[in-house]
């Protein structure tokens, strides 16, 4: 079942590419598609995974580590966990090519 969801993170465009350095390149397995945004406040991801177990894997085994370590060096603190919207999603079109922005 499709897991979505958005998470609003008070860390800047730098800190974020630090975090997307430390992960590689390698896309994680179940992940559909993953969006960033700026807000007032910092960034906003939204992602679509094909399942939670799929998100809740890549999360405890690629990117908490790495955001632990980034963040903490940011912030100089490590902040708690932000809270999670869950998104009902009725469908998600991918179309052939991304870009980043910056």
């Given at each position: 079942?499709?897991y979505?969801?958005?998470?609003e993170?008070?860390?800047?465009?730098?800190?974020?590419?630090?975090?997307?350095?430390?992960?590689?390149?390698?896309?994680?397995?179940?992940?559909?598609?993953?969006?960033?945004?700026?807000?007032?406040?910092?960034?906003?991801?939204?992602?679509?995974?094909?399942?939670?177990?799929?998100?809740?894997?890549?999360?405890?085994?690629?990117?908490?580590?790495?955001?632990?370590r980034?963040?903490?060096?940011a912030?100089?603190?490590?902040?708690?966990?932000?809270?999670?919207?869950?998104?009902?999603?009725?469908?998600?079109?991918?179309?052939?090519c991304?870009?980043?922005?910056?």
């Open positions: 079942m499709t979505a969801f958005t998470i993170v008070p860390i800047d465009p730098a800190t974020y590419a630090h975090i997307q350095d430390g992960l590689g390149t390698e896309k994680p397995p179940g992940l559909v598609v993953h969006l960033v945004q700026r807000t007032t406040s910092g960034l906003r991801y939204t992602d679509v995974w094909e399942s939670e177990a799929d998100w809740k894997r890549f999360a405890d085994e690629r990117l908490h580590p790495v955001v632990d980034v963040v903490s060096a912030l100089g603190f490590r902040p708690p966990e932000p809270s999670v919207q869950r998104l009902d999603v009725v469908d998600v079109w991918i179309g052939a991304a870009t980043h922005e910056d």
